[in-house]
């Protein structure tokens, strides 16, 4: 399985390459697209100090490899990894770690990009952000600047 919900921080580059190793595609690939996203100390408010996520585990396991199955349809990949934080998360902290690994750059870089567009604004996922002056359940996500 190459998607999972972690409720542990996470290590990007420790997690890709050992996806990477574990794979056994050296010689085969000719691009690895990766993606990192990390939280913010702001949002559309400023001073956020912490974040709380949620999420159903079995809704999102569900979720997650059904990104990971479609991504593999649409292009010709060798292998995927989508890695999502839950629970307390710092600024600085790693949230989301995405790989795609393909013979060719399009493709990698393509599906990696749909990857997070898709995780960003449909995955289950809740969250709460907390400032010096309280706490509040976020309603949407940003856009993709």
Not at 5 to 33: C, H, L, M, N, Y
Not at 107 to 134: R, S, V
Request: charged content about 25%; some cysteine; proline content about 3%.
């Amino acid at each position: 399985m190459s998607s999972w919900v972690s409720e542990q921080r996470i290590e990007p580059w420790e997690i890709i390459a050992k996806q990477q190793r574990a794979q056994d595609i050296a010689g085969q690939f000719g691009a690895t697209a990766s993606f990192v996203g990390t939280m913010r100390d702001f949002s559309d408010r400023p001073d956020i100090t912490k974040m709380l996520l949620e999420h159903y585990p079995a809704m999102t396991a569900r979720y997650l490899q059904k990104l990971e199955d479609k991504a593999k349809a649409q292009w010709r990949l060798l292998d995927c990894l989508i890695v999502h934080r839950v629970g307390e998360v710092l600024p600085g902290d790693a949230i989301v770690v995405i790989a795609c690994w393909s013979a060719h750059r399009r493709a990698a870089l393509d599906a990696c990009d749909c990857l997070i567009e898709e995780l960003k604004y449909k995955a289950p996922f809740w969250k709460k952000e907390f400032t010096e002056q309280g706490q509040h359940w976020v309603s949407g996500n940003t856009d993709g600047h």
